[in-house]
């Protein structure tokens, strides 16, 4: 099959990478030192067992239209940075291509086939503009949910941490064709990508965690264990899943495991920052609407109150546009540096 994965890093490599050596064909789109690295020497990746593998036979190019028609296109960035690309993406479409989704929170197609009163809703958080719905029509899309983790620790290198779960699903539950061709492909590739009948309820388990941990450990510079183990930011993140809990059920989703047993799980992960707090002290731009923002415009949707998530939400946007100051500040001394 012809996959084209938009992104290079951590997830992007390592779904892109392990395809490839499956033997699909595969069309890294990418730039600068990641588009040098890979067209040159390949894709490198890194097992957890330290065993190194490279997928040779990996294009990679920074021009969609020299790509061509796919018939799976992976967006494997993070979701403010896709409507950056958007006007790009249906270059790769043919009539039966499909988009996998591979965004951490609420996706911007989340009322897509919904069904209910906010069928067809656009979430503002993730596609302000409503420039991606427009451009990669949610009709194309499989939903997909990344467990694994991974990191990009050189441009073409990825290293495997742990996890290889991808699971998949349509946005209106159906077992398609197309979905079950995904499943297999990725499956071939050695992910285990089960077809869900509810992929919504996958998303929201995974975004139970980020939208508490990620903020509370970018502000307070701690990881998963420190946070879980001091009792007020345990209590804080137990009050900030109650309210994300209260706003997912109004949309009909029910979590298949407990509040406590979802915090004693990121317990176990022990010394971990999260990718927010990894971002902040990297000085990235963190990824915070489609996490935290998003859960905020779906309470206000859905009549719910959420105090504590409102709190954490204001004061890491707020950090985020210090960090942006900090940044401009930066460029402006370079420039003025002869």
Same mark, same amino acid.
């Given at each position: 099959m012809k996959i084209a994965v938009i992104g290079a890093g951590a997830i992007g490599g390592l779904v892109g990478a392990k395809l490839a050596l499956a033997g699909e064909d595969v069309t890294f789109i990418v730039r600068g030192a990641n588009l040098d690295a890979i067209a040159t020497n390949g894709f490198k990746l890194l097992a957890a067992d330290g065993e190194e593998q490279v997928?040779?036979?990996?294009?990679a190019t920074d021009r969609y239209d020299q790509a061509g028609v796919q018939d799976i296109v992976i967006l494997a960035m993070k979701a403010h940075q896709v409507e950056a690309v958007a006007n790009e993406v249906p270059k790769l479409f043919g009539p039966e291509t499909v988009v996998v989704t591979m965004q951490n929170g609420i996706p911007y197609w989340y009322f897509h086939k919904h069904g209910g009163p906010l069928e067809g809703t656009t979430v503002r958080s993730v596609d302000p503009n409503g420039v991606v719905g427009a451009r990669i029509p949610a009709d194309r899309v499989i939903g997909c949910v990344v467990y694994p983790a991974s990191e990009l620790v050189a441009p073409g290198v990825v290293k495997h941490i742990e996890g290889d779960r991808f699971p998949v699903g349509e946005l209106d539950g159906s077992s398609s064709e197309r979905v079950n061709r995904v499943a297999a492909c990725f499956?071939?590739?050695?992910?285990? &990508?089960?077809?869900l009948d509810n992929i919504r309820a996958e998303i929201w388990l995974k975004l139970w965690g980020n939208l508490t941990f990620n903020p509370i450990s970018s502000l307070s510079h701690s990881?998963?264990?420190?946070?879980?183990?001091?009792?007020?930011?345990r209590d804080l993140a137990a009050a900030m899943m109650r309210e994300a809990q209260a706003v997912a059920h109004k949309l009909g989703i029910e979590f298949r495991v407990s509040l406590e047993k979802r915090i004693a799980g990121a317990e176990k992960v022990g010394k971990h920052k999260t990718s927010m707090l990894q971002d902040v002290e990297a000085g990235r731009a963190p990824e915070i609407d489609a996490l935290v923002g998003a859960v905020v415009e779906l309470a206000r949707l859905t009549d719910t109150q959420t105090p504590h998530i409102d709190t954490v939400y204001s004061l890491v946007k707020l950090l985020a546009r210090t960090m942006e100051?900090?940044?401009?500040?930066?460029?402006?001394?370079?420039? &003025?540096?002869?």
């Open positions: 997928a040779r036979n990996v294009k499956t071939e590739a050695g992910f285990k &990508a089960p077809v990881t998963l264990v420190d946070i879980c183990q001091y009792p007020p930011s100051d900090q940044r401009g500040r930066v460029r402006l001394h370079e420039m &003025a540096v002869p």
